[in-house]
């Protein structure tokens, strides 16, 4: 017998962001910005054109069919037509309250259901499922070079024969690692809140981190029971499940007062802008998304704010002669309103090898699975960015967002450019690796 969606009053959800289709003046600024739009010249898939097919569906001259959900699926959530709205337009509201109609209309799809199902259970269960995916990841891939990924063996849905396959490690971060990490002397204790891809893909990002605000007399305890950000649910429209992970986190977090540390843009954009509107006033919760949303820092922005650039500086050592370059992930740069601190850290640590990157904060055709379901799009969309990236001569690429890094280095294999990855974090920490004490 099959089980009909839970249904709420009819396209409630869309009624719900009348008032934001209704600022668009249909100027068509948001074209020039969208990276979408931009490779694919479709007027449906710019801004506009979304904000006039949502305005049908909801005047009842349209429905919504299997067509309109392909033109809402089809964006990013990068958040430069938000940006460069003159007219304040949040078109992130929309693209995401049409998803979770489309959700109550159609109920999610099979996959989205057992990913999301995936993200709720306890971590240790997690972390099994994720070691017997590390085993089993060498049955379908050959392994590679650790910055080359995996390299599949047979032909496999929606893997490209040369795309970069990041390798799950077989014990995660936080299992690995003690909740506890303190320094003698300490003067300041923070909370990291690690995401899903530094725990089972970038352990050494999460690494990075607790030496550097180590050697900074900062204690790091690392939350044992903190889940998933909820970010893959919330943008497919599954409110559900983002609430249900949203409160384990925020019961976590709660546990104490201190200071909260990202290192993923996603994450951070999750307990600092979503978090909070997940939740009316009324809810008990939405005082604790508030406190975590007041108490959490991208891992520039606190080592900038809190511990100081001329601090930072007495512990380096010389820089490589290397050039380096920058890469703004959406969710931070957009979405945090956190630029200037990653690149002040680069330029404290490397000086004149920093060189800027042209449209340094053009979306580089991640969007978590946007790149799965658009592979041609966000390859389009990729290579512009690599093109960037390669015009200033660099020979290694920073970056604040592990989904970014895995993008760029794709977008690096396919291009055959021998170029460097990494987390911000993780040349601040090279380049204090060897410092020992502070400078006289």
Not at 52 to 61: D, E, K, M, N, P
Not at 209 to 234: R, Y
Not at 423 to 430: G, K
């Amino acid at each position: 017998m099959n089980k009909t969606p839970k249904k709420i009053p009819p396209i409630d959800y869309l009624q719900n962001i009348a008032s934001e289709l209704e600022k668009c003046a249909q100027c068509g600024e948001c074209r020039s910005v969208c990276p979408v739009f931009d490779s694919l010249k479709w007027e449906k898939f710019s801004a506009r054109g979304k904000v006039a097919l949502t305005r049908s569906i909801l005047s009842g001259q349209l429905a919504l069919t299997p067509a309109y959900e392909q033109v809402v699926q089809n964006c990013l959530l990068c958040l430069a037509c938000v940006e460069n709205c003159s007219s304040g337009v949040r078109m992130d509201r929309i693209i995401l309250a049409a998803r979770n109609q489309l959700i109550v209309e159609n109920g999610l799809p099979l996959f989205k259901r057992m990913l999301h199902q995936l993200l709720l259970m306890k971590h240790e269960l997690l972390d099994v499922i994720a070691r017997g995916g590390s085993i089993s990841q060498h049955l379908l891939f050959k392994r590679l070079p650790r910055e080359s990924g995996l390299k599949r063996r047979f032909p496999l849905p929606l893997l490209e024969k040369e795309r970069y396959v990041p390798a799950l490690v077989y014990r995660s971060f936080r299992s690995r690692m003690p909740e506890e990490n303190r320094v003698s002397g300490a003067k300041n204790t923070v909370r990291f809140f690690t995401g899903c891809l530094v725990n089972y893909v970038f352990p050494g990002i999460g690494t990075s981190l607790v030496k550097v605000l180590n050697v900074f007399k900062t204690d790091v305890v690392i939350p044992k029971h903190q889940h998933c950000c909820g970010a893959p649910a919330e943008v497919g429209g599954d409110l559900d499940t983002t609430r249900a992970l949203a409160r384990k986190n925020l019961d976590t977090l709660c546990e104490s007062s201190h200071d909260i540390i990202t290192v993923c843009a996603s994450g951070g954009y999750m307990l600092k802008k979503i978090y909070p509107d997940l939740f009316a006033p009324k809810d008990p919760y939405y005082l604790k998304a508030v406190s975590v949303a007041s108490r959490t820092y991208d891992i520039s922005e606190y080592l900038v704010k809190k511990i100081g650039t001329h601090e930072i500086k007495k512990y380096l050592m010389q820089p490589p002669a290397k050039v380096i370059t920058y890469h703004d992930p959406c969710h931070l740069a957009r979405g945090q309103g956190i630029t200037q601190e990653p690149r002040r850290l680069l330029q404290t640590a490397f000086g004149n090898f920093y060189r800027e990157m042209p449209m340094a904060d053009r979306c580089c055709g991640s969007g978590g699975t946007y790149g799965l379901a658009h592979r041609q799009t966000s390859v389009n969309i990729l290579s512009k960015k690599i093109e960037s990236m390669l015009s200033t001569g660099a020979h290694m690429v920073a970056t604040s967002c592990p989904g970014c890094m895995i993008q760029l280095k794709d977008g690096l294999k396919h291009h055959g450019k021998d170029r460097s990855v990494f987390h911000v974090i993780e040349l601040i920490e090279r380049q204090l690796s060897h410092a020992g004490n502070p400078k006289a």
